[in-house]
């Protein structure tokens, strides 16, 4: 018996297709979901100029296409979305890849581009996603609230496909492999067929399991090992001393740029022979490791000398301390190299942070963290902060213990006041302090004067601006200039002292300058509550800047934890050019944050909507 259907009416159906209005054709969107029109609508002039462009150009443009395509940073998938400016990035991707279509001269240029640094989402970022959820769910004729499939797991199926179809010409183009956690954690099976055809490859997000030598990730070190031997970073976590080791022999990952090590149970030695062995690295990172000691850093007999760094993390290594850091930095190629560092409860006392900024000239951020149980040293010898280099300033000094205590980082932040408002440090422009009142430091309010302060006195005009107390710069000392390090062998003696008061109420030197600069500070109470943001500006005041502050996807560390909440409060001020700072009010703020300026609104969107993200689907 035949089955009788009701015949559809064409008419009325190709009606709803130019509508946007049919449910059962899936290449329709909505009208609210389509692209708007081009500004300027292509001519026949447009496509003759586009012809004769060569390849490098359009490679240029179709990089604005699809900004992600050019990511190079060693950032997981979550890391690099939150410096990522675009509303949706899957959506970029597919306009990328619709341009290889569009005739036979753009294909080569956009097929590089689009597998240069393949990113696999979950998720469109835009009102997209709601549309192809509903989509998803109608699995067959009569089932329209199936289980949907996974989209990220069947994206990297597909790239597996794509890649081992033609590993010769599109695998080798693949340089950077980002997914988010739950794909990489789920699908180490297809991801280890993936990378099998990918020699190029620089940087991939791996499980976890295989950064703790963990057996059932096995195979896939394996395969990481002798199919990706270009790999830049990877991580070692407590388990996988004996992988660790094996970097040693020259023969594993020898081109590695970024290096971590955690909780790790192995001999300083070893260390030192890892670390020599790899001539290419940039970055290092120690963390949880007690037994750690300055020999690592010290250039001994016999073994080889590490390797210049443009960052290098300590984190919980109380023992290295002011000593291995002063014998690191006495290369001349050490200091050229060396642009941020961070000391995370170390042992290394707030107050030899100086002797730090003599040797590291070249250093931009330094963060530091501690927990102090005694007042700061009253010394002669602790000479006041002073780098011109230094740009971004992590200064969180905490009491180790509430009470009777909390009240002994009062002198730690009056050095570091004192330091920024002699002109120490004339290029900072972000500062990060655990004392709610260390803006109120920077606007000049002096200590109350002493009977023996003979250098503490007022200028010689008839302003009311008093003289900033602090840590003075000496007239006689400042002409000096520091020893130039040697480069090899090793110096003996550190460079000679440029600074040698340490007397508060000491008088400004003649050709130290008062600042005049914009500066950033940001606090807050303590280690577990709530930043605010102070900013001075002499113009107005503009969004923070997204761009990552480490290179080697080392930013968390660079920055800390709780710095870049949404209930931060800014806090601008700028130098007054006689020793202090004028606090600027902050600007009203809007639905997009304080002095919010839309980036790259000349660039066409294909998307539009919240640009509000889950990262660890």
Request: hydrophobic residues 35%; positive net charge.
């Amino acid at each position: 018996m035949r089955f009788t259907f009701r015949r559809k009416n064409k008419d009325k159906h190709q009606k709803q297709i130019s509508q946007g209005n049919s449910s059962s054709e899936p290449y329709f969107l909505p009208k609210e979901l389509r692209a708007p029109l081009p500004r300027f609508p292509p001519s026949y002039r447009s496509a003759q100029l586009l012809a004769y462009l060569p390849p490098i150009v359009l490679e240029r443009i179709f990089a604005f296409v699809c900004p992600h395509s050019r990511d190079e940073s060693y950032d997981t998938c979550e890391g690099s979305a939150a410096t990522n400016d675009s509303e949706c990035m899957l959506c970029d991707l597919r306009d990328l890849s619709h341009c290889t279509a569009v005739c036979r001269a753009w294909r080569p240029a956009a097929i590089r581009v689009l597998y240069h640094s393949v990113r696999i989402d979950p998720v469109h970022y835009c009102p997209r996603e709601a549309w192809l959820a509903e989509r998803r769910k109608k699995t067959h004729r009569f089932d329209r609230n199936g289980i949907p499939e996974d989209p990220a797991q069947a994206r990297l199926r597909l790239l597996r496909r794509t890649v081992r179809d033609d590993p010769t010409r599109i695998g080798k183009l693949v340089q950077y492999l980002k997914m988010p956690y739950m794909l990489r954690e789920s699908s180490h099976v297809e991801l280890a067929q993936t990378i099998a055809v990918l020699p190029n490859l620089q940087y991939v997000d791996l499980p976890e399991g295989m950064f703790c030598d963990d057996p059932n990730y096995a195979t896939l070190r394996l395969e990481v090992q002798a199919r990706c031997p270009q790999l830049r970073k990877m991580t070692y976590n407590g388990g996988s001393e004996r992988s660790f080791a094996m970097l040693a022999s020259g023969r594993v990952w020898p081109h590695l740029e970024v290096l971590e090590i955690n909780n790790l149970q192995i001999d300083p030695m070893t260390i030192r022979a890892v670390l020599g062995s790899l001539h290419n690295l940039q970055a290092f990172k120690v963390s949880g490791m007690p037994a750690l000691t300055d020999d690592v850093l010290s250039s001994a007999d016999g073994l080889p000398t590490l390797p210049p760094l443009k960052e290098l993390v300590l984190t919980d290594v109380p023992r290295v301390t002011i000593r291995g850091l002063i014998e690191y930095l006495a290369w001349q190629e050490t200091q050229q190299a060396l642009t941020v560092l961070t000391l995370k409860e170390t042992g290394v006392h707030p107050s030899h942070l100086q002797e730090i900024l003599t040797m590291a000239s070249s250093l931009r951020t330094l963060a530091i963290q501690a927990k102090v149980m005694e007042q700061f040293p009253n010394s002669s010898s602790i000479r006041p902060l002073a780098s011109r280099s230094i740009e971004t300033l992590r200064y969180e000094i905490n009491a180790a213990s509430s009470g009777a205590f909390s009240s002994i980082t009062t002198g730690y932040y009056t050095y570091l006041a004192t330091s920024i408002m002699d002109g120490g440090l004339p290029r900072l422009r972000r500062l990060y302090v655990h004392d709610d009142s260390f803006p109120d430091q920077l606007q000049g309010l002096p200590p109350p004067n002493a009977a023996f302060a003979a250098g503490h006195m007022r200028s010689g005009s008839n302003t009311s601006v008093k003289s900033a107390p602090g840590f003075g710069f000496s007239a006689s000392m400042n002409n000096l200039a520091p020893v130039a390090p040697p480069r090899r062998p090793m110096a003996n003696a550190p460079p000679t002292h440029r600074l040698s008061s340490n007397n508060p109420f000491a008088s400004r030197g003649p050709n130290a300058l008062p600042p005049t600069h914009t500066l950033e500070v940001f606090t807050k109470s303590d280690e577990f509550g709530k930043w605010n943001f102070a900013r001075v500006d002499t113009v107005r005041a503009v969004a923070p800047s997204r761009r990552p502050v480490s290179h080697y996807g080392l930013a968390a560390d660079v920055t800390g934890t709780g710095w870049s909440g949404g209930d931060a409060r800014r806090s601008v001020m700028v130098g007054n050019g006689a020793g202090g700072f004028l606090a600027v009010p902050n600007p009203p703020s809007s639905s997009n944050g304080p002095g919010y300026e839309p980036t790259e609104s000349w660039r066409p969107h294909s998307s539009g909507g919240d640009s509000s993200r889950d990262l660890w689907r």
